[in-house]
């Protein structure tokens, strides 16, 4: 015998106002990219985005949309060193790449994305805006392996973590913007062989670093660049103008100026760098240098 249903409750449960805002406009957005092929559209702009540099030619197997948390996902993407002003250094490939929607960017106007990547064995997150003509990248708080980066800085070793807070903006013609701030609190020079002069060093542990970076012009100025604490073996503070070659960033010129230090013990157990070292002025235990010529191959000086 099928029970009578008299105190059954039909009325709709009760849900704050907020949340049928939520869920109404979820509703929404799921039937918006549903039936109308906005998704095409910007998976035709981020293909567009792709190649639209003929001087910085990504190549990628495939773009995919999924629309269960709207993204794209790129797979086996290349980025030649041409695109980052590098000739003959090596190409950055990408296993996979996300590009979360986060709507629309104002500063530039234009489609915004959270991107999520591995480089290097380092899981990557940064903001991509895709301008008229330019692309902003914002990350904020990128944690690197310096080990992990052996491969593309062979002539020295390091270990530790940069956290990395930077904004850059490209175009065809390059870098137009650029504000960084990278630091590490437990940076390390494993034991390796320097080929000038010719020695071979012990782990040093130098723990601090930091590095602040603006764009002015065609120059992206040092403001700080610290090395070491006080009980570091090496110590260092320059600063200075880099000018940018925009074709070929080996290339760029550096023009930094500051001082070097190293323990007593570190003289005691090198004599053959503090030998070296006689050529430059030296101020309260501070050699005063300049660092000059191609990023690529730079050279010391005494300050003029």
Known sequence: MIEKSENVDYEMPK???SKWIV?????FVFAVFLYFPISDKIDGLVKKSLAANP????SYEDVSFELFLPKFVITNLNIPAGCMGSRGGNDI???????NIRGISFTPFGPHFLIETEL???PIEAYLTVGFGTIAINLQEAKVKLKELSSIIPMVKLQGTLTIDALVELSTKGIQDLKAHIYSKDLVFPKQKLPNPPLTLPTFNIQDLLIK???EGNKVMVQELILGTPESPIRANF???INLNQSNISYSQLNLKGELAFSDKFIKDFMVIDMYMKQFTKKDNFYQIEISGPLMRPSLRSQR
């Open 93 to 99: 490939f990408l296993k996979t790449v996300n590009l």
């Open 23 to 27: 869920l109404l406009t979820g509703t």
């Open 239 to 241: 600063k200075g103008p």
């Open 15 to 17: 849900i704050g106002m």
């Open 55 to 58: 001087s910085c030619s990504l």
């Open 213 to 215: 970076a603006t764009m």
């Open 120 to 122: 290097y064995n380092n």
